[in-house]
T-cell receptor, first 119, second 111 residues
Framework: GAVVSQHPSRVICKSGTSVKIECRSLDFQATTMFWYRQFPKQSLMLMATSNEGSKATYEQGVEKDKFLINHASLTLSTLTVTSAHPEDSSFYIC???????????????FGEGSRLTVL | KNQVEQSPQSLIILEGKNCTLQCNYTVSPFSNLRWYKQDTGRGPVSLTIMTFSENTKSNGRYTATLDADTKQSSLHITASQLSDSASYICVVGNYGQNFVFGPGTRLSVLP
């Protein structure tokens, strides 16, 4: 079964509103989670690394104030798209790694993704 | 610069045929290489994980190979099925929490 749960799977909102997407690790604790954005027929683009108990690390070009990330517990990270606009419409995916030693060879589980459509 | 390249960009095969997808990387230091299958509109699902010391790993009809010297990997799909139609993503990890994603290969299996 799925070990990373993402909710909602689909969301439609009006321009200017904010949308929150949740990512939960169900069977393990994740001190780190990753958030990606994927446009049609393109690869996943890492947006930010969510760190439990500290600030998220954003990739270059990703607006911190636009995409708010909160990793309040060892099993939950949230991504809030603030003041959403049509160009924010995309497929957002989270992932969480299970560490296996310092070599980072554990599993990297992905959520099922959230399709955001901004009207 | 850490990069992962995949070829071909897209591939169309007939059901029952075999195919091989390629992944070349320049990620350093290298820790592990993963292959994922992503169905349209879904999250990626892990197929194989290989570390530096492993040169082949199988998961059912999927067999991945790794040549750490040439920094190349391949994913071989045997006796393809319609459900194999998906994007296949090569992901290379280095030490820490860094993963570099390839652009993926879109595979279409036709009846």
């Amino acid at each position: 079964g799925a070990v990373v749960s993402q909710h909602p799977s689909r969301v439609i909102c009006k321009s200017g509103t904010s949308v929150k997407i949740e990512c939960r690790s169900l069977d393990f604790q994740a001190t780190t989670m990753f958030w990606y954005r994927q446009f049609p027929k393109q690869s996943l683009m890492l947006m930010a690394t969510s760190n439990e108990g500290s600030k998220a690390t954003y990739e270059q070009g990703v607006e911190k104030d636009k995409f708010l990330i909160n990793h309040a517990s060892l099993t939950l990270s949230t991504l809030t798209v603030t003041s959403a606009h049509p160009e924010d419409s995309s497929f957002y995916i989270c992932s969480a790694p299970t560490l296996a030693g310092g070599a980072n060879t554990g599993e990297l589980f992905f959520g099922e993704g959230s399709r955001l459509t901004v009207l | 610069k850490n990069q992962v390249e995949q070829s071909p960009q897209s591939l169309i095969i007939l059901e029952g045929k075999n195919c091989t997808l390629q992944c070349n990387y320049t990620v350093s230091p290298f820790s592990n290489l993963r292959w994922y299958k992503q169905d349209t509109g879904r999250g990626p699902v892990s197929l194989t994980i290989m570390t530096f010391s492993e040169n082949t790993k199988s998961n059912g009809r999927y067999t991945a190979t790794l040549d750490a010297d040439t920094k190349q990997s391949s994913l071989h799909i045997t006796a393809s099925q319609l459900s194999d139609s998906a994007s296949y993503i090569c992901v290379v990890g280095n030490y820490g929490q860094n993963f570099v994603f390839g652009p993926g290969t879109r595979l279409s299996v036709l009846p």
